[in-house]
């Protein structure tokens, strides 16, 4: 790798001009991600890739001008100093519009230090002008994507696409993960109570309640993941619903099963029954924030089936 105090005026445009092409493939990307369930968003972010598309043809007029057509491949990851991706967000689907937003932020504030940095390095005048004009509009692309914004973008539109991102959210988070939460809390509770009551050993109750949420958390996961693959019903990929899925359900199952690490018996009980209500108002909370059901309606579906499922555990466990 060179140092970027290394580099020669003609290997500052080379990597000027490579990474408005990478920026260009990364908006562009962006927008075939967004386009199916955001089209406005991925016709602003069209319109960002079209301008790194010309900037990097004022950047190769000015590298012909200056050194001929023998263009240096040089690139970010050659030179000492830039700051990687951590990941190829743009490759990744289904996007999430903040993500994007943000992403698509430290890309233009890095692009601009880049001018600035190199137009300090630059002593042919007009090479660095231009890299400070280059500089100028980077720093302005907020307003260029906030006027965009304001143009594509309309009120009515920004609201339908929310929606659509708030329905998107559900469907690929909240409603696998509430299945999860609601399948672990509730299921593992009858062998769990039951293990308790018939052995009043803690440590065995224990390793009863692990291994009921462990191996839900297994099974579910499998369960969402095999269920469908998320192209028609818009529910994300397999292996992410599967996985918020399968967390849950063990979560769901490990939260009244690890106070039985507690020796006293009656001590770890009545601490796993208040973290069970907890997660019973949990879920109650979820429904009614995420689902619109009204919460006293959630809370009573929720507790009762939870109470039953314990006084049969309590049942089974006593005889």
Do not use: C
């Amino acid at each position: 790798m060179k140092r970027f105090a290394d580099l020669s005026e003609q290997e500052i445009l080379a990597l000027a001009i490579s990474n408005e092409d990478e920026d260009s493939r990364i908006y562009r990307g962006f927008a075939e991600g967004l386009r199916e369930a955001f089209p406005a968003s991925a016709k602003v972010f069209d319109e960002m890739a079209d301008e790194e598309m010309r900037h990097r043809t004022m950047l190769i007029d000015m590298h012909r001008s200056r050194f001929g057509s023998y263009l240096p491949l040089i690139r970010r990851q050659d030179v000492k100093g830039f700051i990687p991706h951590p990941k190829p967000l743009w490759l990744s689907r289904p996007l999430g519009l903040d993500e994007v937003r943000k992403f698509a932020g430290r890309m233009e504030y890095e692009a601009e230090r880049f001018y600035r940095k190199a137009a300090e390095k630059a002593r042919d005048a007009d090479i660095r002008k231009l890299l400070l004009e280059l500089a100028e509009i980077e720093s302005g692309h907020e307003t260029l994507a906030q006027t965009l914004g304001e143009t594509i973008l309309t009120k009515d539109v920004r609201a339908k696409e929310d929606e659509t991102e708030q329905r998107m959210f559900v469907l690929q988070y909240v409603q696998p993960g509430l299945v999860g939460l609601m399948d672990g809390s509730v299921s593992t509770l009858a062998p769990l109570f039951a293990a308790a009551f018939a052995t009043h050993n803690t440590w065995e109750t224990f390793l009863v309640g692990l291994a009921a949420s462990v191996g839900a958390g297994i099974s579910m996961a499998f369960a969402e993941a095999l269920s469908d693959d998320g192209s028609l019903t818009g529910r994300g990929t397999p292996w992410i619903r599967g996985s918020v899925t399968g967390a849950m359900t063990a979560i769901g199952g490990l939260g009244h099963t690890l106070p039985y690490l507690i020796p006293d018996f009656w001590t770890a009980t009545v601490l796993a029954f208040a973290v069970v209500v907890i997660e019973l108002a949990a879920i109650s909370w979820i429904r009614h924030r995420y689902m619109d059901t009204p919460f006293l309606a959630a809370a009573f579906q929720v507790m009762v089936g939870g109470a039953l499922v314990f006084a049969a555990g309590i049942a089974i466990g006593s005889s």
